[in-house]
């Protein structure tokens, strides 16, 4: 049988699919407006394996593929809805999806400005460099994705906004930092999707790395494994893909897949278990790691089957995060304590192979803040808080605390317990109350420019 070639649709070309015709038309009506804001992009793999189509619109892998109007705020979906009916408002309507985009917050936890690092001077925009032993490089040829996810955090890059992007074409400069820092030891290339390039061009970025001694981990960030698992299997250079693989390995350095998978049906098809075992046949793992995200797997069980199947196929569970302050976070979102509640009962009935997974983990300004849990001290109730990660090592696995608080979402909801005023990391002066986007509580009809604080 020929090899599954790669189809993508987007919202110019969904109409020739032929699950199209599965789709009730005000859902097909809404989307042609929703989407003018919030790309969406998707191939003929996830439209046939991932979509149970008798569920549709609310399967959960539909509702992760597919934007719907409650990712904007009511006035706002009226009002483009207003505009994109009428054809003078041509120019009204651009305008207007632009702010309603730069409104949510497109690069958060600093991103665009904390954690570019510089060469003799010169910033490197197509890396970050947040945690002393970490550095991220954004290949410019990975910075789109086999699909996108609706509640991703990086829609920015797809949206061919440049001032919106963040990428490096230039991997010599990534060798030549990396060679003057040498408390780096791990590289993450992420994206996008790394795996959209060939082998060739990745092997390009990658073998340069190899010679350098004090790296020892090299991650690759990717979505490929759930939405194109032929890209391991099947596909023309998946041989080439898997033997750049074996050679990182047999250099003596860790390759370690950091997988995107949102939901266990995507570990359901043959060829999606056949790619983590060809992957990890190759001496690299597989690490299994996703945002709870509502409408798409905010329940235990959800998490128990990825968990499980992950580890039965050779996968390694890693991050549960929450749902970042970018995008549509309001329609995805979760109170923490709700959250917690789902990792706790998930994390409960799963055996202890499953139990390498963290969560749930915010990725903040500050670091990865870990809800480690619940409870009441001197008569207070409060989240017990710690980081996995932060700015400054010496923050890492210090339990701090938060006043409990129901309805939070997000770090920056959250105030410091026992009276203090502000958390142990911050600054005296520093508002802890900062709402950097505006789909926090405020006014949604205020359009106003918002950005990352
Ligand atoms: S695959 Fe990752 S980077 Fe791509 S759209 Fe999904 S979450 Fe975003």
């Known amino acids: 049988m020929d090899a599954e070639k790669f189809k993508a649709y987007n919202a110019k070309s969904i109409a020739s699919s032929p699950y199209w015709s599965?789709?009730?038309?005000?859902?097909?009506?809404?989307?042609?407006s929703v989407s003018k804001v919030l790309p969406f992009r998707t191939n003929e793999y996830v439209l046939r394996e991932l979509i149970d189509w008798d569920r549709v619109p609310d399967d959960p892998v539909f509702r992760l593929t597919f934007p719907h109007p409650d990712m904007l705020p009511p006035e706002d979906y009226r009002r483009l809805c207003q505009l994109l009916s009428s054809p003078s408002s041509e120019a009204a309507a651009a305008q207007f999806i632009a702010m309603l985009r730069h409104r949510m917050n497109p690069h958060p936890a600093g991103q665009m400005t904390h954690n570019v690092p510089t060469l003799d001077g010169r910033p490197l925009p197509?890396?970050?460099h947040k945690y002393e032993e970490t550095v991220l490089f954004f290949p410019a040829a990975g910075q789109t994705c086999h699909a996108y996810c609706t509640f991703c955090f990086r829609w920015p890059q797809f949206i061919g906004s440049?001032?919106?992007?963040?990428n490096t074409r230039e991997s010599a400069e990534l060798s030549q930092y990396l060679l003057r820092?040498?408390?780096?030891?791990?590289?993450?290339?992420?994206?996008?999707?790394?795996?959209?390039?060939?082998?060739?061009?990745?092997?390009?970025y990658i073998e340069p790395l190899l010679a350098i001694p004090h790296l020892q981990n090299i991650r690759i960030g990717t979505k490929s494994v759930s939405y194109w698992p032929q890209r391991f299997v099947t596909d023309k250079d998946s041989d080439a893909v898997l033997g750049l693989f074996e050679r990182i390995v047999g250099h003596g350095k860790n390759l370690s897949i950091m997988a995107h998978y949102n939901h266990p049906a995507e570990l359901r098809p043959e060829i999606a278990r056949r790619a983590v075992k060809r992957i990890t046949g190759t001496g690299a793992t597989v690490r299994i790691q996703s945002p709870i995200v509502r409408h798409i797997n905010d329940?235990?069980?959800s998490w128990q089957e990825l968990w499980t199947t992950g580890v039965r196929l050779g996968a390694i569970p890693y991050y549960m995060f929450v749902e970042r302050d970018t995008g549509p976070q309001r329609y995805f979102e979760l109170p923490l304590a709700e959250t917690y509640d789902i990792f706790k009962a998930a994390y409960q009935g799963v055996s202890g192979l499953s139990r390498t997974v963290r969560g749930p983990s915010m990725s903040t300004l500050y670091g990865k803040v870990l809800i480690d849990g619940v409870a009441t001290i001197a008569n207070e109730k409060v989240f017990v808080l710690q980081f996995l990660q932060a700015r400054d090592p010496d923050w890492v696995r210090k339990p701090f605390?938060?006043?409990f608080d129901p309805v939070a979402v997000w770090f920056d909801d959250l105030q410091p317990a026992f009276g203090d005023s502000t958390f142990f990391f911050q600054d005296k002066d520093e508002s802890v109350s900062r709402k950097p986007i505006y789909l926090r509580r405020e006014n949604p009809s205020e359009h106003?420019?918002?950005t990352a604080s």
């Open 448 to 450: 106003q420019l918002v």
């Open 162 to 166: 440049e001032n919106m992007k963040f």
């Open 181 to 204: 820092h040498p408390e780096v030891t791990d590289v993450l290339i992420t994206g996008g999707d790394p795996m959209v390039m060939n082998a060739e061009s990745l092997a390009s």
């Open 22 to 32: 599965r789709v009730p038309q005000d859902v097909k009506d809404a989307l042609a």
């Open 126 to 128: 197509g890396l970050q």
């Open 299 to 301: 329940s235990p069980e």
């Open 401 to 403: 605390f938060a006043k």
